[in-house]
């Protein structure tokens, strides 16, 4: 299995950036595609954006696209968020998630449904104020 864990969540004013972190350790980082997801007060859970595991592939949601931008770097086991443009709309909890695709394709990612997804941290508040 693995562990993640998610930094670089903060308070930043309307227009601002921040670049989000996720560090992973246990087995072998390339085995797994990645997904950010963020859950804000009452609502559920929702998709963010997800790279494969060679990071030749990447969506996101509508809500982000044009202003978030998902990468990784597989020798340091690690996957950002750059969010760049904020909007208080985006204020929520975000959440790193690990998907086991070891046996797939390299270029097939999981879709938005957080149960395709094997493992979670523990999430990182990101506040934008207006």
């Known amino acids: 299995q693995v562990q993640v864990v998610e930094s670089g969540g903060g308070l930043v004013q309307a227009g601002g950036s921040l670049r989000l972190s996720c560090a992973a350790s246990?087995?072998?980082?390339?085995?797994?595609?990645m997904g950010w997801f963020r859950q804000a007060p009452g609502k559920e859970r929702e998709f963010v954006a997800v790279?494969?595991?060679?990071?030749?592939?990447?969506y996101y949601a509508d809500s982000v696209k044009g202003r978030f931008t998902i990468s990784r770097d597989n020798a340091k086991n690690t996957v950002y968020l750059q969010m760049n443009s904020l909007k208080p709309e985006d204020t929520a909890v975000y959440y790193c998630?690990?998907?086991?695709?070891?046996?797939?394709?390299?270029?097939?990612?999981?879709?938005?449904?957080?149960?395709?997804?094997?493992?979670w941290g523990q999430g990182t508040q990101v506040t934008v104020s207006s």
């Open positions: 246990g087995r072998t980082f390339s085995r797994y595609a």
């Open positions: 790279i494969s595991r060679s990071g030749g592939r990447t």
């Open positions: 998630a690990a998907a086991d695709f070891w046996s797939r394709p390299l270029m097939v990612v999981p879709g938005q449904d957080p149960h395709e997804y094997d493992y």
